[in-house]
Nanobody, 123 residues
Framework: VQLQASGGGLVQAGGSQRLSCSAS????????VAWFRQAPGKEREFVAS????????YYGDSVKGRFTISRDNAKSTVYLQMDSLKPEDTAVYYC?????????????????WGQGTLVTVSS
């Protein structure tokens, strides 16, 4: 499975951006999907995850109330709507697919990873 993350770019603080993660094909199982991010000089951190049905979502503490994860299984695409962006949200954002229908914040839960898309928030 190949994942293509897109939608990154330069945005001003307080603005919004929507990221998309498209999969090249379905896997044999119903998959949870997550977004992680890695800022320069920092470790990769969990941002959000969504179950296969979309009924369960989880967020990292730093983005709760500002970011929303959603999915359209007919399009094999997961979205990350980012609002009220802050300079500290600047990072490369990665999407990842798990081999089970519900997954959380641990990187080892995810089998497939996209190449990342850079989001830069200016102050």
């Amino acid at each position: 499975v190949q994942l293509q993350a897109s939608g990154g770019g330069l945005v001003q603080a307080g603005g919004s951006q929507r990221l998309s993660c498209s999969a090249s094909r379905r896997t044999s199982s119903n998959n949870a999907v997550a977004w992680f991010r890695q800022a320069p000089g920092k470790e990769r951190e969990f941002v959000a995850s969504i179950s296969w049905t979309g009924s369960a979502t989880y967020y990292g503490d730093s983005v709760k109330g500002r970011f929303t994860i959603s999915r359209d299984n007919a399009k094999s695409t997961v979205y990350l709507q980012m609002d009220s962006l802050k300079p500290e949200d600047t990072a490369v954002y990665y999407c990842a697919v798990a081999l089970r229908s519900v997954a959380g914040k641990e990187q080892q839960e995810y089998r497939y990873w996209g190449q990342g898309t850079l989001v830069t928030v200016s102050s």
